[in-house]
């Protein structure tokens, strides 16, 4: 069964430094969305990409953040001058364009971002 | 936005019926529920997704009464395996109306022998 594959597994980084996160979306899938989970709390959604543009945001995803797709495989969470508070696991999910926007979404197992 | 909660947790024994609730008030007409199993160190993995009344697959079932303004995950015959985090997920990523994609709080199933 095809799978999100996210890498690294674990990124250290020091506080104020930039980290991009990356993704492999399932090949054939048209709706990419960033999520970060806090440890110990519940999923919060980041952004929904579609069209080689931000369909929606939260309020989390600040300018800060910013999400690209470089080429056809790839899809990258970009985070400038990281702070402690953005430790926490990221996941990138997927979902299909067929059949409508409703398609539930397939998860990677996460990039796990420490902030020293 | 669509507020979603669930219970914190709930025990079970293998081979019982497990049901989970999740309520979202302010769903939105255009919002989708759906379910996410989670293990620890592992994304949400997709169990069942639906927009009212009843669905079934082959490992779940869900419940949307009428109202839309709760869900209820009913996993049959659970097994130590299913010992996980679930997650309910109202919402649609591509409105373009400012619908955000909420995850329920997780309902920690432990089942035990």
């Known amino acids: 069964e095809p799978e999100v594959t996210q890498t690294p597994s674990h990124q250290v980084t020091q506080m104020g430094q930039e980290v991009i996160l990356r993704c492999v979306p399932i090949s054939n899938h048209l709706y990419f969305y960033w999520y970060r989970q806090i440890l110990g709390q519940k999923v919060e959604f980041l952004v929904s990409?579609?069209?080689?543009?931000?369909?929606?945001k939260s309020e989390i995803f600040d300018d800060q953040f910013s999400v690209e797709r470089p080429d056809g495989s790839n899809f990258t969470l970009k985070i400038r001058s990281t702070k402690l508070e953005d430790s926490a696991m990221y996941f990138c999910a997927s979902s299909s364009g067929t059949g409508g926007l409703n398609q539930p979404q397939h998860f990677g197992d996460g990039t796990r971002l420490s902030i020293l | 936005l669509a507020k979603t909660t669930q219970p914190i947790s709930m025990d079970s024994y293998e081979g019982q019926e497990v049901n989970i609730t999740c309520s979202h008030n302010n769903i939105a007409t255009n919002d989708y529920i759906t379910w996410y199993q989670q293990f620890p160190s592992q994304g949400p993995r997709f169990i069942i997704q639906g927009y009212k009344t009843k669905v079934t697959n082959e490992v779940a079932s869900l419940f949307i009464p009428a109202d839309r303004k709760s869900s209820t995950l009913s996993l049959p015959r659970v097994s130590l395996s299913d010992t996980a985090v679930y997650y309910c997920l109202v919402g649609v990523g591509f409105t373009g109306g400012g619908n955000k994609l909420t995850f329920g709080t997780g309902t920690q199933l432990k089942v035990e022998l």
């Open positions: 990409f579609y069209n080689n543009e931000i369909s929606e």
